[in-house]
Each structure stands twice: as C-alpha cells, then as structure tokens.
T-cell receptor, first 110, second 116 residues
Framework: DAKTTQPTSMDCAEGRAANLPCNHSTISGNEYVYWYRQIHSQGPQYIIHGLKNNETNEMASLIITEDRKSSTLILPHATLRDTAVYYCIRFNTNAGKSTFGDGTTLTVKP | GAGVSQSPRYKVAKRGQDVALRCDPISGHVSLFWYQQALGQGPEFLTYFQNEAQLDKSGLPSDRFFAERPEGSVSTLKIQRTQQEDSAVYLC??????????????FGPGTRLLVL
C-alpha cells in the first residue's frame, strides 16, 4: 500500500513547536516525501518536501530518518492559523500518481 | 499571479444527470491532476495529464468518469449518469514541469458536487 500512516489528530499550544510524525516504511528509492496542509474548504497547500536529507524552508522543517521509513514535519512556532489537516504523501516522480492518506488534524490552541 | 481556478465552486445534480467540472491551471503549467475528496478523507488521485496527453487514468472509479485537456491548458472532468456516491469535492492541481523533475502541485479551491 502506498499510503502513509499518520496520527489522526494532535494538539499544540500557540507559540510552541508542532511535531507531526509520518510513517512510510515501504517507501521506495525514487519516492519523495511531500507535506501539504489543507485548511477547511480550501485546496491543499504545499509545505515542504525531501528525498533523503533534512530540509528547511520559511514554513517548516522536515526531518527524514536515515532509513527513510519515517519523517517528522516541524512547525517551529505554531500559530492559530496553522490549524489544519496535514498530509504526508509519497510521491513517485516517475509516475503521475500520488497517494494521500487521511492526514493529521492539528489544532493549535491559545 | 493567478492560481488554479475551478468552476463551478458548487454543483447540485439530480441522480442520473451529467455534470462537467472545469479547471483552469496556472498559465504555462505542463502537468495537471484531478483528485476526488470525500468528506473527512484525504484526496484520492483520479487522473494526470502532461500537456494534452492523459498519461495516467488509473484512479478514475468507473467508465462514467471522463477527463480531457484538448489544448494542453484548460481541463474538464465529466461525470455521466451521476450517482449519490459521486458526491465529493473534486480538486484540480497543476505543476510547472514534467514529473521527472520534482515539482510542487498547486491546488485549486475545488468543486463541491452534491448528487441528490
């Protein structure tokens, strides 16, 4: 199965780091790990992606384990506007298909 | 600049009716994707175009679903003889280049289809 495994929901206090885990134990060598988030009634929004190395951009950091079987998305200082469903996706760049799971609903609380 | 747009944003159809959903990708984007998102679930891949060529339609749930992108820009997803189980949000996404180059997908707001 190409789906990833994520916790159904998580809470985070405003201003604290949010760490969202993802399991992709069957990932193959040509598959990237992408993270998107979806705020209610909107289309998914790209956050970050990586293959082997850890990545950081203005939105988040992505930590990928050495065996590539899991990864963690880190939002360093969560705000109320970060409340959304976060999807971890395996994306095969040799094919069109990407498989979303059901994501993690992150709720940032004041 | 303009993002991916979809129309209509909402569509109510009677069971058995045909519907057509439109996607305007970002100008110049080569790749275009359609997804179906049921309530409370993640998006499910339907089909993928590279320019006008439909390279993967493995996610289309039945032969009632048909997608086209005749000039390599605007795409239409058509559902014939709609059924209640077709009720979902239909998302369109585009990306700049071919998939051999890692590319971010930019999503539209979706069309919410309700079949009564």
């Amino acid at each position: 199965d190409a789906k990833t495994t994520q916790p159904t929901s998580m809470d985070c206090a405003e201003g604290r780091a949010a760490n969202l885990p993802c399991n992709h134990s069957t990932i193959s060598g040509n598959e990237y790990v992408y993270w998107y988030r979806q705020i209610h009634s909107q289309g998914p929004q790209y956050i970050i992606h990586g293959l082997k190395n850890n990545e950081t951009n203005e939105m988040a950091s992505l930590i990928i384990t050495e065996d590539r079987k899991s990864s963690t998305l880190i939002l360093p200082h969560a705000t109320l506007r970060d409340t959304a469903v976060y999807y971890c996706i395996r994306f095969n760049t040799n094919a069109g298909k990407s498989t979303f799971g059901d994501g993690t609903t992150l709720t940032v609380k004041p | 600049g303009a993002g991916v747009s979809q129309s209509p944003r909402y569509k109510v159809a009677k069971r058995g009716q045909d519907v057509a959903l439109r996607c305007d990708p970002i100008s110049g984007h080569v790749s275009l994707f359609w997804y179906q998102q049921a309530l409370g679930q993640g998006p499910e891949f339907l089909t993928y175009f590279q320019n006008e060529a439909q390279l993967d339609k493995s996610g289309l749930p039945s032969d009632r679903f048909f997608a086209e992108r005749p000039e390599g820009s605007v795409s239409t997803l058509k559902i014939q003889r709609t059924q209640q189980e077709d009720s979902a949000v239909y998302l369109c996404a585009s990306s700049l280049a071919r998939l051999t180059i890692q590319e971010t997908q930019y999503f539209g707001p979706g069309t919410r289809l309700l079949v009564l």
